[in-house]
Every structure is written in structure tokens, then in C-alpha cells.
């Protein structure tokens, strides 16, 4: 299982602020072909998306890194804080 | 694991109190430098009459500590204090403090600029702006980027 | 001709007090960068147990503006203040604040930073220390004339 | 007449902070020169010292700077302020 977060815009778009997936995922890329296969927002904005970031256990990440069951897998768009 | 040094908070803060708990502690502070972030009433043309501020608990924390430790190993800093607001804010509020405590000048300007430019681009906040067209996400800024990439030299 | 942007005084300051004035009447402010220059207790080796910082009234104030109004040419920036006491001070008490206040970040260190620079070597004012030793004048620091050479080139 | 200020050590060693010369001089240096008759310190500190500031009239100067009647000219060691 993997706990997944969107924030921002991301969290507007999919209308939902975290899920879990009872399923095992050999990397992020992995978990991203598989979320993209929900439809056109989802493709556009974690496949399509040369912005899209993204945090596994809180440390910044790419497609190619690793998850572990009970991995928390964020995804988000560029950060404007400050 | 509460951090002194790093806040995320809805409150506001005081310039004076932060800075003075900052050096109260060490004695051989020469200089401090504050940056304070505050919202601007007018982005991208239009006028701004709110802002959200939006973060992902834990990895906030943790991603301000390590840009604060990073600046400590690059410069000799007596002391460093990082508080971000979060929530809804109005134009002028004060967003952010970063606060630089050295024993000579320089050290305190490049390592406080070092932060907020690391801030800008890799701690997770998103800000969120309404203006009479509406609500929009603010856009990152490529200059952030650049400014960011200076440190990499 | 009193300038409010520019004050020498006997008085300490409160920084919030003097930050939250500077950017009172500019609403396009998204950033502020304050200098806070401190007595440090200790200096070339010695415990320093008293300062006391004499200056030129007249060409103080004129120097200090003639700072300021270059570093208005160089930047685009909405506000800035040079506070700079004099008289008896203790460790740790507050010596000198220089805060700027600009629409982005850059602008507002680069500035503050500058007018440090150009204060440390243009203004007339001087330290004199008392340690156990007996008191002494501080000598000018080769470090602080080369940091002004840095904004020649 | 010229005005005349000493600040900081200057002001200690010469034993006063201020003065009035009846006197006219071309330029600073012809001042510092009639200064330096004055004694060891005086000579050391203004003749001999190339560490000395000048200003006239609160703007900085050096010994080719004209003077004339009512000028104010200081004296001082390089600044340490800030």
C-alpha cells in the first residue's frame, strides 16, 4: 500500500487531498503510468507534465526512485512560498 | 521534535522579539541580517486582495532545517531562524522571516540571502492570490530558479 | 531639515517599530532586508566592556544621505532608513540599522548590503573600546575598505 | 579665518576639538603645513600620517582642496563606524 498527497492545484484538479493504493510499485513511474490511466487531468499533470514534482518520504524524488509499501509518495507543482 | 529554529505558523510574528531571542544567547554577534516577505497588493498587474499560503506538513520542517544547516556549513553563523507563515493572509502582512545572526557582516547578508533564495524554490508552500478576476495559484518564477543556480557556481 | 530617513542619535531603536514605518506608506513592498550592527564583547582578543561612538555632526548626516540617494540610482527600491547611534554603548546593545525595503528580494540585499559598505568606510563616525586593558581607538579595517572596493567594478 | 575640527584620537592628541586660524591659506596642504610648525605630533599626525581625512565643509577633500575665509575644514583618522 502507498499513501499518496497532492497539494495545490494538483489537490484542486483531482479533488482530493490524499489516497492509498493497496497496490506495490517497483518506482514513482511506475505509480505515475498507473495514475495516469484515470483520465485526461490525471496524463496531463503527472505524465505530461515536464513540472511536476515530487517528494517520497518527505525528500525530494524522481520517477526513477524507489517505493516501499507504506511509502507516503507526494506530488505537487513548483513551489512559490516565501 | 519541536524546532525553535524553523516555525511554520498562522500567527504573525515580531520583528524585534525574533531577533532579539535570536542573539540573546550569543554573545559574539557583530551583525544580524532579517529579510521579511510581505504580501504585495499588486502581482502580475492586477490587484491582490488575498493570499493563501498552502504547505506539506513535515516535509516544510524538514526541508527548511536542511537549507538552514547548509547555510551553517558554509559560512560561520552564530545563530539562524527561519519562520513561514501559513493561511490566509491580506496585502502588507508579513509572510516570512529569515534572521542571520554572524559575528561579521558578510556572512550574515550572503547567508540570509542564500535562504530565502533556497526557500523560494525548495521548501513546499503555494501561494494562492485573490484578485477582482478571481482566485488563481501564483506561478514559480524562473528568476527564482536563477537566482537558486547562483549558489551552484 | 530633518531627515526621518536618516538619524543620528543617542537613543537606542526598536526595529520593528522603524522596519513597520518604512513600509507603511508603500503598499508594493515584498521585501524588507534590515541591518542590525551590534557591539560585540569581544574584539581582537579582548573582553570589550564599554564602546563609546563619536561622530562628525553635519558631514554625518550629509554622508550618510549621499549613501542612501546612490543607492536609490543603483536599485529600484520603494524605501530605506540609516539609523546610527552614538554615545555610550554596552555590549550587545544595538549600534546601527540600515533596512530597505523593494518589491523583490535582490534589490533589498544587494542595497542594504551596499549602503553597510559605504557606511563602514564613508561615514564619520569612530569607535573608541574599553577593555581590561585600558580604552583604545578601534583601528579601520583593510576588510571593510576592500568590501566598499567590491561595488567599483 | 579658517574653522578647524579635530574628531577621535586627533582630537585627544592635539588637546582640542576645535579652533579658528586667522589666517589665509591657497589649499589644505599650505594649512597642514602651517600646522606642522607647531610640533612632533603635529607634524606626525597631519604632515607625515598618509591615513589622515580631510574634509571641507563636510565633503571630502585632500591637501590640493582650495580654502578660502569661513571654510570649515576637519581633520580626522579613517572611520570606524557601523
Known sequence: MVNILYFASFREVFGQAQEQIPAQFANVGELIHNLAERGEHWREILLENAQVQIAVNHDIANRDTPIKAGDEVAFFPPVTGG | ?153
Open chain 2, 1 to 153: 521534535m519541536n524546532n525553535p529554529f524553523v516555525r511554520v505558523q498562522i500567527e504573525d510574528f515580531d520583528l524585534s522579539t525574533e531577533v532579539n531571542w535570536l542573539r540573546e544567547n550569543h554573545t559574539d554577534v557583530g551583525a544580524v541580517v532579517a529579510f521579511v516577505g510581505t504580501v504585495r497588493d499588486i502581482n502580475e498587474g492586477d490587484d491582490v486582495q488575498q493570499l493563501e499560503l498552502e504547505h506539506y506538513p513535515g516535509m516544510t520542517e524538514k526541508a527548511l532545517e536542511n537549507i538552514r544547516q547548509e547555510a551553517h556549513k558554509r559560512w560561520h553563523l552564530e545563530s539562524s531562524l527561519i519562520i513561514h507563515r501559513i493561511g490566509k493572509m491580506q496585502p502588507k502582512d508579513q509572510i516570512v522571516l529569515v534572521a542571520v545572526a554572524s559575528r561579521h557582516r558578510d556572512n550574515a547578508f550572503e547567508a540570509s540571502h542564500y535562504i530565502m533564495d533556497y526557500l523560494k524554490t525548495n521548501a513546499p508552500f503555494w501561494k494562492k492570490e485573490w484578485t477582482p478576476e478571481g482566485e488563481r495559484w501564483v506561478d514559480a518564477r524562473l528568476s527564482d530558479e536563477q537566482a537558486m543556480q547562483r549558489w551552484l557556481a
